[in-house]
Structures are given as C-alpha cells and as structure tokens.
C-alpha cells in the first residue's frame, strides 16, 4: 500500500461543515467525545477511512473478521439551524513524529474537501489527580477566536498545557492555522490516569454551545459513575499500601 491511503466509502453535501478530531490521547476524553456523538447521531454517515504505514502494525478483530487499523470520518447533517459535522476518530495516533505531520495534512485535505474551514480538536489536560468538577481550557490560532469560547466557559491558562499540545490536536492547529483553517483545542481536565467520560462530557457541552445542537448524556453519566467506583477503590489500595509500610518506630528493635 502506499504511505497513505484514502478510501472514498460515500458522498455527502454538508452545510458550512465543521472538522472535530477526536482520537486517542490523556484520559481518552477527544476520543470518548467522539464516540459519544456519533452514538447519539444515529444517522452520521462513515465517508472516509485513511490508512497509513504510521499507524501500528496490526488488525482489529470483529467476530474474528480482521480490519486493517485505520481512521475515520463519519459526516452528520445536524437537524438544527448550526453547521453540519465531519467526525475524525480512530483507535491509533501515529507512531513517528513524520507520521502525525502527514497525518494531519490529510485530514485536513479531507475536510477542504468537503468545504471545511473550521475545527475543533478534543483532547485532555492532565492533572495528576482526580478532578470533581473538570474544567475546560482552550488554545486556538487566533486571538479574536478568545472571547467566544470564554463566552461559554473555556479558560485560557499562561503556560497551560505545560509542553504544548502534541500529536494531531496540537498539529490541527498549527498546520490548520497555516493553511487558513480557523482552529481551536479544547481540553478537559482530567487526572490523567484514567478514562475519563466526564470529562469528554464538559468538552461535548461547550461544543453543544458552539455549533447549536444537542445530545443526551446518559451514556456517558454511566460510564462516569463507573469510572468513579474504579477510582474509589484505587484510592483505597492506596490508602492500604501506604498503611501496611512500617513507620521508623515499626523498625526499631532491640538486639
């Protein structure tokens, strides 16, 4: 095969169409956005699956059928008056720093194609603990774009995300801005440790706000209670390791 390849699966018109990246990363949480809306928009349509020698070298398994590792675009005609929706997600970044550049360049190839000129990449910030009440911070490639995503709740932090944003999300941004994209990443905190579905929850929330349409969060409400029990034991092994160690009065003996 070569380096990349594109498979054209369907054709859609979409209205004034808006990119959103959702693959794998801290906590899962573009990745778990995703997902969730393409389970709440039954009606997307899978458009393009993109194959590429930088994912790894492996097959997904479906009642033993394999599937060469790729990514997709599904498109959803919004049934609001907001723009219609291109879904980026797969199981895999790529492996090489050549990788995600090429990467990146073609899908955003894919959403020209289908008349896009915004994005939005999903994504995690970690936090190195458990969070209640996530927030939301953002980046984008201008300076105008700030005022309307702190209009609905996303912060702008000096030096956060340490490190920059790597991967697909943070070249969406400085390859899309280059080639006139207007682009912005939205990260929930998350601790980083764990999936995290109430984080993609609040990220899911500012896009509702953004692009005029709904979901239900039932889903991911579950997943989250879930995802707290396994957290709540985890402290608990914790709090037992560090109660089961021996104090320096424990070691001292006499002999």
Known sequence: MDDIEIEAVAEV??????????LPGVGNVGKLAVEHLLEEFEEATLVRRIYADVFPPQVTLESGVAE??????????????GPD?????????AQSNEGHYHLTDTFLDIAEEFGADRLFALGGV?????V????????VTNESQVEELEDVGVEFRDGEPAGGIVGVSGLLLGLGGRRGFTAACLMGETSGY?????SAQVVIEVLQELLDFSVDFEALEDRAEEMKEVAAKIQEMQQQQQQSIPSDDDLRYIG
Do not use: N, Y
């Open 126 to 130: 970690p936090t190195g603990e458990l």
């Open 68 to 81: 060469l590792t790729h990514a997709e675009v599904h498109a959803v005609e919004t049934p609001g008056e």
């Open 132 to 139: 209640d009440e996530p927030s939301v911070l953002g980046a």
């Open 13 to 22: 018109d979409l209205s004034d169409p808006v990119l959103i990246e959702g």
């Open 85 to 93: 929706l291109l879904l980026l997600t797969g199981d895999h970044q």
């Open 194 to 198: 764990l999936v995290d579905p109430q």
